[in-house]
C-alpha cells in the first residue's frame, strides 16, 4: 500500500509541472513582438518602447538583416515598414500609431495618453506628426546608436527640422512642467520622439538647455539603457561608409555594384563624389590621385 502511494504521487508531481510549463509556453507565445535592427530601426524602438510602456509581456521576434522588408526600412528605401508588428489575444497590429492606440485601449491603467482632452490631442497631434513628418531629419541622421560623429555637420533642410522638434519639447515641457512630454510620467510621445534623442546623441546636435535636459531624462530610462546595450552588442547589419558633404541637398541613385567596382580600383583612403544634379553624370576620383577618373552615371529614384 505504501509504496502505490508513493508511485500515484509522484505521477501527480510530474503531471501538474507538465500542466505547469504548458501554461507557461501558452503564456509566453500569447504577445510577440517582431522588430528588426536594435541599432538602426527607430520604428522598432518606439513599438517596443510602447510594449513596454503598457507593461505588457510579450517574446521579441528579431527579423534578420538578410529578410528584404528589414534591408529596406536600414537603407531608407521604403516609406512604410511592416515593423514591429505586434501579434497579441489573435490580433495584429503592425503600424507604430495603430499600435499605440491598441495598447492604450488594452491597458488603460498604463497611462499611455495622457489625462485630460485637451493633453490628449496635443499628444496625439505632435506624435502623428512624428510619424508622418521630419523626412529631411530621418535622410540626414539615420539612428545609428553604435556610432558618435562629434561636429557633425547638418546641412539646412535636417536644421529644420531640428528646430521644429526642439519647438515642440520647448512647448510640452513648459506647458505640462516636465520632465517628460505630458508630466511625470513617459508617454506615447515620449515613445515616438525617443530614436530622435539618440539621433541627437550620435550627431552631436547642439540643443538649449531644456531640449538638453530632456534628451538626458529619455535615455537614461531603464528601458531605454536596456534597449541600446542591446543594439551595441548586436551584428554589424548595415555597411557604412563615412562621408562628408558640401554643397546643397539632392536626392540621387547609383546601381551599388558600379560605385563598389569603381571604389575597388582606387587605393587610396579616400575618394570624391562630384554630382551637378540628380540626372547628370557623376565624376569619381581618388583624393590623393586624380590622374584617373571614373564616370558614374546616376539611376531614376
Not at 158 to 172: F, G, L, M, P, S
Not at 182 to 200: I, K, L, N
Request: glycine content about 4%; proline content about 5%.
Amino acid at each position: 500500500m505504501p509504496e502505490t502511494l508513493t508511485v500515484f504521487m509522484l505521477q501527480c508531481e510530474i503531471l501538474l509541472v507538465n500542466a505547469w510549463k504548458s501554461l507557461e509556453t501558452v503564456h509566453m507565445k500569447d504577445a510577440v513582438l517582431t522588430i528588426s535592427s536594435k541599432n538602426y530601426s527607430s520604428w522598432s524602438l518606439r513599438g517596443w518602447l510602447l510594449c513596454r510602456m503598457a507593461g505588457l509581456d510579450f517574446e521579441e521576434e528579431l527579423l534578420s538583416s538578410d529578410d528584404p522588408s528589414t534591408r529596406a526600412e536600414l537603407l531608407l528605401l521604403s516609406p512604410s515598414f511592416l515593423v514591429p508588428c505586434l501579434r497579441h489575444n489573435g490580433l495584429k497590429v503592425w503600424d507604430t500609431l495603430g499600435l499605440a492606440e491598441y495598447l492604450n485601449e488594452t491597458f488603460p491603467q498604463a497611462g499611455l495618453l495622457p489625462r485630460g482632452a485637451a493633453a490628449r490631442v496635443h499628444c496625439r497631434a505632435i506624435s502623428g506628426e512624428m510619424h508622418s513628418g521630419f523626412t529631411n531629419l530621418r535622410s540626414a541622421l539615420p539612428m545609428n546608436l553604435k556610432a558618435h560623429y562629434p561636429g557633425f555637420k547638418i546641412w539646412a533642410g535636417a536644421q529644420a527640422d531640428i528646430d521644429r522638434v526642439a519647438t515642440i519639447w520647448r512647448e510640452c515641457l513648459r506647458t505640462y512642467d516636465g520632465p517628460y512630454l505630458f508630466g511625470e510620467r513617459p508617454s506615447v510621445a515620449d515613445a515616438m520622439y525617443a530614436p530622435v534623442a539618440t539621433r541627437f546623441r550620435t550627431y552631436d546636435v547642439k540643443l538649449d538647455r531644456m531640449c538638453a535636459d530632456y534628451c538626458d531624462t529619455v535615455l537614461n530610462l531603464p528601458d531605454m539603457i536596456e534597449w541600446i546595450e542591446a543594439a551595441k552588442a548586436e551584428p554589424v547589419a548595415v555597411e557604412e561608409l563615412e562621408a562628408a558633404y558640401d554643397s546643397d541637398p539632392i536626392e540621387i541613385g547609383f546601381n551599388s555594384r558600379y560605385i563598389l567596382d569603381i571604389l575597388a580600383q582606387i587605393e587610396g583612403e579616400a575618394a570624391r563624389f562630384a554630382m551637378a544634379d540628380a540626372a547628370s553624370p557623376s565624376v569619381v576620383h581618388e583624393v590623393a590621385d586624380s590622374s584617373a577618373v571614373y564616370v558614374l552615371m546616376p539611376m531614376r529614384v
